[in-house]
C-alpha cells in the first residue's frame, strides 16, 4: 500500500501522516510507503518499518503532479491549498494552485491508467450567504469567494473523473479546524483557535466578535480521521455524489468559553478579553453556523461529540508535545 | 456598441444576430460591428449598416480569445460548446472547448482590463437526477455528463469574475430547443424536434418514447431573445447568483402532439410512427422535466406561454425561409 500526501506539511498533512503511522494500515493493507509532498518540506519522526519520503516542490508546476503519481500511489491525499484570504488577494495564484494545479494532478492520474482512491480537502467555503440552517448536503453551491470557487471547480471534476472511471474519488468539505496549533495568525477566523489556545497556554487572547456567534468546528484529530476514513469507505455505498459535508460541532463562542471553564478553570476563561472588531464580525456574520451531516454521519465519519471533547484533544496535544 | 459572438453559426448564434440587425440596437445604444466568430465561417444577409465580421477559427487556442476581444466589445455572447454527446465521447476535446477556452476568454477579458457584458450559454444538464419536481433555480449542482460538470465549472467562474469586477457576467442555463431546423441527427434528444418538423414537412418521424414522457422547451427565437435580453438587463438587480435557469414550456410529447394536430391537422399528426426505443427511454428518462424559473422571469426573461406558439414560431421560420 502506497499512499502519497500533498500538503504533508500542513496542519491536517502532519496529523494524518501521523496517524497512518501509528495505524500502520490503509483499506485492510499494511502501508508500506507514504510519499509525503509540500512547498516546504516536511520531516517527522518514525519509528515504524513504513518508509517516508518528503519532496519539496511547486505543486502548480505542469510535471510535478506526473512526477508524484510516477509510482502509482494505491491513495493519493490532496489537501495542498492557497488559503481563501491569500486565494483573494492573490487570484492568478489562487488559480494556480487551487484550480490548475487540481487538473494536473488529475490528468497525470488519468495517464497513469490506473484507479487510485483520491481524497480531496474541499471546504464549506464551497456554500455562499443567504444559507439555509441548518445547510444540507444538497444545499447549491454559490461560493462568495475565489477560494470557494476553485474548490467547488475541484468537487466537480472530481466527480466527473470518478464517473469516468479515471479514479475513485471523494470529496470532503472540513469544518474549520479548532484548536490550530501555533501563534494568532491574521486570519479572521483566527479567533476561533486563539481564544483557547492562547489561555491554556497563559496567555491573553482577544475575543473579536459577541458571544453568540455561531461555528461549524472539528479537531485536527478528527481531521485526520476523515481523511483516513475517506481513504478506507467503499465508493459504491458514495454514489455519483463524491462531495460530502463532513460532521462538527455547532458551538456559539459562549459554548466554546464555557467548554474551555468547565476543563481548565475560571482563571483560564479570565484571560480572555473581549474588545468588539466590527469587520470580523462583518466577516464572520456571513459564513455558515450549522449543517446536517446526515449523509457523511450515514457513511459512518464521526467527530468529537461535544466542544469539551476539542478543548481536551487540545490538551492532549499539548501533553504529547511536551 | 460593438458585439462579439462565439458560436455565431450555431443554430442560437444565427438566430441572435439575424435578431440584433433587425434590432439595431443593444443597451440602449446603436449597434455598430457585429464580430461573429465560429470553427466554420458564418455568413448573414445584412441590409442594415452595422458591419458585420466573419472570423474563423480554433476556439480552444490558447491566443484565439485574446485576437477576439482585443477591439474589447462591449458585449460578448459565449455560445460555442461541444455538444453533451461528444463531450461524452471525446472527454479531452469536450474539457479544452468547454473548459479550457472558457478560462482562455475569461483571462483574455481580464488581460484587456475593461468591463463588458458577458451572456454565457450554460444548460440545464448542470443538474443530474434525482431531481425535486419542479427545479429550482437554487437546486444543487450535480451534473451527471461531463458537459454539464463543464458547464456547471464555467457557470462558477462566471459568478467568480464577475464577483471580482473582472466582467459583468450572466449565465443561461437554456431548455431544450425546439424546433430545430434541419435533417435529425442521432442525439437522444433529436425527437423533440422530429416529431414536429418532420410531419411539417410531409414526412414520416419516429417516436421513440411514449407520450407521457415530459420534457422542459423553449423555441430558436425565444433562445435569441433570451440572449439579447440577458445584454440588457441591469446586473445589478441579478446579485451575486449569476447563472439563471431560464423559462420554458413544461410539456408531454402527447401535449405537443396535440398541439401540432390544433395548428396543422391530423393528417400530419399521423406522420408519427410510434417505435419505442428502449435506450433512448432510459436516457430521456434521466433528463429534468420541469423548472421553477421564477427568477429569470421576475428579471423579465419571457418565452413561449404554450406548445402550440413553438409549432407556430417553427412554421413562421419555414414560411420566412420559402
Known sequence: MKVLVIGAAGMIGRKLVEAMLEKGTLRGRKISDILAFDVVEASFENATDIKI????????????????????????????????????????????????AVQYLFDAIRQQNYMPRVVYASSIAVFGAPFDDPIRDD???????????????????????????????IGLRFPTIVVRPGKPNLA???????????????????????????????????????????????????????????????????????????????????????????????????????FDASRAISLGFTCESSFDEIVQAHIDDMNEGA
Chains 1, 2 share one sequence.
Open 53 to 100: 519520503t518528503t519532496v519539496s516542490g511547486e505543486f502548480s508546476e505542469p510535471d510535478q503532479a506526473a512526477k508524484l503519481v510516477a509510482d502509482k500511489p494505491d491513495v493519493i491525499f490532496h489537501l495542498a491549498a492557497i488559503v481563501s484570504g491569500e486565494a483573494e488577494t492573490d487570484f492568478d495564484k489562487g488559480y494556480r494552485i487551487n484550480l490548475a
Open 139 to 169: 444545499f447549491h453551491l454559490t461560493p462568495l469567494t475565489s477560494y470557494g470557487t476553485q474548490k467547488a471547480i475541484g468537487e466537480l471534476l472530481l466527480a466527473d473523473y470518478t464517473r469516468k472511471g479515471i479514479f475513485d474519488g
Open 188 to 290: 479572521a477566523s483566527s479567533f476561533f483557535s486563539n481564544i483557547i489556545r492562547e489561555p491554556l497556554a497563559g496567555k491573553e487572547a482577544i475575543l473579536p466578535v459577541s458571544k453568540d456567534v455561531k461555528h461549524w468546528m472539528a479537531s485536527p484529530k478528527s481531521a485526520a480521521g476523515f481523511c483516513i476514513h475517506a481513504a478506507e469507505i467503499d465508493g459504491e455505498k458514495v454514489g455519483p455524489r463524491r462531495n460530502l459535508t463532513l460532521p462538527g460541532i455547532a458551538a456559539t463562542v459562549g459554548e466554546m468559553i464555557d467548554a474551555l471553564g468547565r476543563i481548565a478553570g475560571q482563571q483560564v476563561v479570565d484571560l480572555i478579553r473581549e474588545e468588539p472588531d466590527e469587520a470580523v464580525t462583518t466577516i464572520v456574520g456571513n459564513w455558515p453556523r450549522e
